[in-house]
């Protein structure tokens, strides 16, 4: 039986992991797309935009921010511009298309933000579908899918109130998706566990073994079923492709403070 719980503990903690990580590509994904990663890239069509900055919305500024090459720090604020501090003198039409960058970069937030909203749901809707299949007792199906929409729930506020990609890459987000996946994981591994024991303690070896069964499939199968799920995001995504295009032109002819060209969004190749 422990052999049981812990093949559950694996799928669980493997499936939803990689889910909710996937969903983070999403919450990325809803800060303008500035570093997007290939998972969530593949849901636009026809549309790849890169950044090699992390970006943080500021009430009255954007900051862009990197490790290499310089400059390393880039502020947008109304208009005007600062390259690693120093400011960058402008003439009055690079003013405005700056300020015209800064303004259409607010703007796709809240669009984002609703189609990454829209993916937690659509996420977690298959995630209950496949939880209704497990051989769970009612106490349990109704345990899971209030443990889940809790989870959901998390994410969600994650996403309304990050105001940088730096929440959506490294370590500190990949602890976040263990934290949260665990869980729910760790839960789940526990009263499979405990729900195969009973069964192979009554002499119910079939059901046990099924429950093994169970909690390799779900392993295998989530995270594809997932991302099928998710494609239902594609043509709003590529929707908003002109706007991306939009705020690469206004960049365009921009410097930095030493005279080099200013790169915020680029296309991928």
């Known amino acids: 039986m422990k052999a049981i719980a812990c093949a559950w503990r694996r799928s669980c903690r493997g499936g939803i992991g990689v889910v909710l990580g996937l969903l983070g590509l999403l919450g990325l994904l809803g800060l303008l797309g500035l570093a997007s990663p290939a998972a969530a ?17 500021e009430a009255d500024r954007l900051l862009f921010e990197r490790a290499q090459p310089p400059p390393r720090q880039v502020e947008l604020q109304q208009g005007r511009l600062r390259s690693d501090g120093r400011p960058v003198p402008l003439d009055a039409a690079a003013m405005a ?17 609703a189609i990454a909203l829209r993916g ?15 051989d769970l007792d009612a106490a349990a199906q ?28 490294g370590e500190a987000f990949d602890a976040y998706v263990e934290q949260l996946g665990g869980e729910l994981s760790g839960w789940l591994a526990g009263v499979l566990g405990e729900q195969a024991l009973a069964a192979a303690m009554s002499g119910d070896l079939e059901r046990a073994m ?10 295998g199968g989530l995270e594809p079923r997932v991302r099928r799920r998710l494609e239902a995001l594609r043509p709003s995504l590529a929707a908003l492709c002109p706007r991306f ?18 790169v915020l969004l680029e296309k991928a190749p």
């Open 41 to 57: 890239q593949e849901l636009i069509a026809g549309c790849r935009v890169q950044s090699s900055y992390d970006v943080r919305f």
């Open 97 to 113: 298309r700056l300020a015209g960058f800064e303004r259409e970069a607010r703007a796709l937030l809240p669009p984002l933000r």
């Open 120 to 134: 937690v749901d659509l996420a977690q809707a298959e995630l209950a579908a496949a939880g209704a299949k497990l």
């Open 142 to 169: 109704v345990d899971f899918r209030q443990r889940l929409a809790a989870a959901a729930a998390k994410l969600k506020a994650r996403i309304a109130a990050s105001h940088t990609s730096r929440d959506w890459h």
């Open 210 to 219: 099924r429950l093994r069964d169970q909690a390799a499939t779900l392993a």
């Open 245 to 262: 295009t939009a705020l690469i032109e206004l960049q365009r002819g921009l410097v930095d403070d030493r005279g080099r060209p200013l």
